[in-house]
């Protein structure tokens, strides 16, 4: 069975990235990285990339005129490169929506929350400042309303009374870590479904993976 190949776009230090070629390594793993795409010149996470020999591609949104314009010129270059989902990987640009709307239910993101609680930006802080308990990450195909689309996977850690937003950052980037690789498989293996806004997930033993992940990160 082909493995499904993947479209990465990054603009950051890519540790979400690495988490995916770390998982793309084993070859029972049913997918494989195909294009590393980054909107900045000299991005970390394109370094990563190259370093394991991964093709890479820099589109400067700022040579482009329009979004529309730069999202054309991406869209153009994951079709080249055979993408069959475009993974949202620290990638710091709105993309319009005849984009999102191309890539429909074949695009995913990951959003330092449990959506769809504390959306855009500085989740952390907002959950520190609302006094939860708990909070994670949340794997989720993507839709025009920013942090919204079907959830596909979600990991939760506890959030602890000396926790900054930058302690309690760190701890869900760890359980994001697990979270991104695991939806990806449950894409590539073909257990996903969407059903009007609801990501509908069958078959194998997916349920038995713990997501409570206490120490992640810490």
């Not at 959030?159 to 994001?176: C, H, K, M, S």
Request: charge should be negative.
């Amino acid at each position: 069975m082909a493995r499904l190949r993947l479209g990465v776009l990054v603009s950051g230090r890519g540790s979400n990235l690495q988490a995916l070629i770390d998982a793309c390594s084993d070859p029972d793993f049913p997918a494989e990285v195909a294009l590393v795409l980054s909107n900045v010149a000299g991005a970390p996470a394109i370094e990563r990339a190259r370093r394991a020999g991964l093709p890479t591609l820099v589109l400067p949104h700022r040579d482009y005129a329009s979004r529309a314009e730069f999202d054309g010129a991406v869209h153009a270059a994951l079709a080249d490169a055979g993408v069959g989902l475009v993974c949202l990987a620290g990638f710091m640009r709105l993309l319009t929506p005849g984009f999102v709307d191309a890539w429909r239910d074949r695009m995913v993101n990951i959003h330092p929350s449990l959506l769809p609680a504390f959306k855009g930006l500085h989740p952390q802080q907002q959950a520190l400042d609302a006094g939860v308990r708990v909070s994670g990450c949340t794997v989720h195909f993507v839709r025009n309303e920013m942090d919204s689309g079907p959830i596909l996977v979600q990991a939760v850690v506890p959030v602890l009374p000396d926790d900054t937003a930058e302690i309690l950052a760190d701890r869900i980037l760890g359980a994001e870590h697990a979270a991104y690789p695991l939806a990806v498989r449950l894409i590539a293996e073909g257990r996903v479904r969407v059903e009007g806004e609801r990501a509908i997930v069958s078959g194998g033993d997916w349920r038995a993976v713990p997501l409570m992940v206490p120490g992640a990160g810490a």
